[in-house]
């Protein structure tokens, strides 16, 4: 498989993804604050395969991180008591 194709591949799964975190936001089963642990959970997921979602969705300003606390993260346009 060329590098080209793979990386196409590797492109599609990654907005797959994040479309799934969309999808978790929307039917009401993500909400408010929330960790990778969470994430990882629904989605049945790796740890590190939940944490590299969120870093692409925090990039994409899907997500943000919590200013009181930093391990957590809330979808942006919603705001949360902490």
Request: proline share 1%; net charge neutral.
């Amino acid at each position: 498989m060329s590098d080209l194709h793979s990386s196409a591949l590797d492109k599609r799964l990654e907005d797959t993804e994040l479309e799934q975190l969309k999808k978790l936001h929307e039917d009401g089963q993500l909400n408010g604050v929330f960790g990778v642990s969470r994430i990882q959970r629904l989605l049945r997921f790796s740890y590190n395969q939940a944490f590299r979602l969120i870093e692409r969705a925090l990039a994409g300003g899907l997500l943000r991180q919590c200013e009181s606390r930093p391990w957590n993260y809330e979808f942006v346009g919603v705001r949360t008591s902490e």
